[in-house]
Every structure is written in C-alpha cells, then in structure tokens.
T-cell receptor, first 110, second 108 residues
Framework: SQTIHQWPATLVQPVGSPLSLECTVE??????LYWYRQAAGRGLQLLFY??????ISSEVPQNLSASRPQDRQFILSSKKLLLSDSGFYLC?????????FGNGTRLTVT | RKEVEQDPGPFNVPEGATVAFNCTYS??????FFWYRQDCRKEPKLLMS???SGNEDGRFTAQLNRASQYISLLIRDSKLSDSATYLC?????????FGTGTSLTVIP
C-alpha cells in the first residue's frame, strides 16, 4: 500500500532562518505531489505541485520554493523565513485522484 | 470568484440529528468531487468521493448536481465523533480546489 511521510511534525524557527521540509511517498511511482499551507483558522492554500521530477508549478508568489529531486521526494524550502510563513504545512500525493495527505508540519516562526 | 464555496458554519447539532452541508463550484470543467474531514490540528482525510448518481457510505450521503454546480453532504444520526471540519473539493487538471470548510460540532 502507499504511504506518505512528512517531517518534522513541529518546528520553531526564528525570522530570517532557512527552512527545509521533506516529504516522501512509498509504494507508488510517478505520483503527483503537492505542498499546501493552512494558516491558523484558515483554508488550505496550494503552494506548489509537481507532476514529475524537476517539474514544479508555483501557485502563489512568495519566498518559498520547492524541488523534486527524485520521483517520490518533494522538498519545500525557504532561504529566509518571515513571520507570515507560520502555519500548518501539508504534503500530499495523488495518483490522479483523490488526494492523500501526510501528517503535516506545524511551523512557528518567532 | 472562489473555485469552491462552502457555508463556514458553525453547525451545532444534537446527537442523533441530521445535518446537511452544501457546496458550490464555479468551473463547469471540474472533473471529480470529494468530501474531506479535518479534525483539529490534523491533516484532512478523505471521507468520500461524490458521484453524479449520488452515493452513500453508512450514515453519509453525497450528492452532485452538475447542472447547478452544487455538491452536498448529508450526515444522518450524528455522533459526537462526527465533530470536525468538512471540506468540499473539486478536481480539475491535476489540481484540487478546496473550500474553506464547514465546522460541525455534535452536542451530547
């Protein structure tokens, strides 16, 4: 069966520090991969999605970037975090439909 | 205009009640539809897909009206464990469009 791993579960980082969140999927090949963010009390915001290695689509201009160095690995990065980057970051995968989420990373920027 | 719109609620209902959530989508080219459930501080989890003919899973019934671009979720005999936020989702072109969610609290 397919599983998705996302880490870390929680993270506290100072403003201006870098960020790297990693997500891997097991048990499938060539999945579509997604990064979402959910601010406190808000809906899900799509940040990036990828349909293949090296193929990244960005939905919202911001100081975040994403990379897909391997078929089942998706990385979310930032060079310098802002206070507004705080939120619940969710990685998800899809074989086309529907969408399956990882457990999420709760990021607090202080 | 948002791709998917939902009444945010909150809905506070007694145990055993029937509750219905509604959702509309703006793009007629949307291909598939889903309901997700999100518990507080957790990731959303797939509750059920929504088919044109309507579908049922135990106490949950989902309906899709493509002509009106409208999706619904009916929960019968509400349980305390049904308390959560319910997210309506439309899928089109490798992208999933989420509503902001409807909050449900089932009261003893």
């Amino acid at each position: 069966s397919q599983t998705i791993h996302q880490w870390p579960a929680t993270l506290v980082q100072p403003v201006g520090s870098p960020l790297s969140l990693e997500c891997t999927v097991e048990g499938t090949s060539n999945p579509n991969l997604y990064w979402y963010r959910q601010a406190a009390g808000r809906g899900l915001q799509l940040l990036f999605y990828s349909v293949g290695i090296g193929q990244i689509s960005s939905e919202v201009p911001q100081n975040l970037s994403a990379s897909r160095p391997q078929d089942r690995q998706f990385i979310l990065s930032s060079k310098k975090l802002l206070l507004s980057d705080s939120g619940f970051y969710l990685c998800a995968w899809s074989p086309g439909s529907p969408l399956h989420f990882g457990n999420g990373t709760r990021l607090t920027v202080t | 205009r948002k791709e998917v719109e939902q009444d945010p609620g909150p809905f506070n209902v007694p145990e055993g009640a029937t509750v219905a959530f509604n959702c509309t989508y703006s793009n007629s080219a949307s291909q598939s539809f889903f309901w997700y459930r999100q518990d507080c501080r957790k990731e959303p989890k797939l509750l059920m897909s929504v088919y044109s003919s309507g579908n049922e899973d135990g106490r949950f019934t989902a309906q899709l009206n493509r002509a009106s671009q409208y999706i619904s979720l009916l929960i019968r005999d509400s349980k305390l464990s049904d308390s959560a936020t319910y997210l309506c989702v439309a899928y089109r072109g490798n992208q999933f469009y989420f509503g902001t969610g409807t909050s449900l609290t089932v009261i003893p």
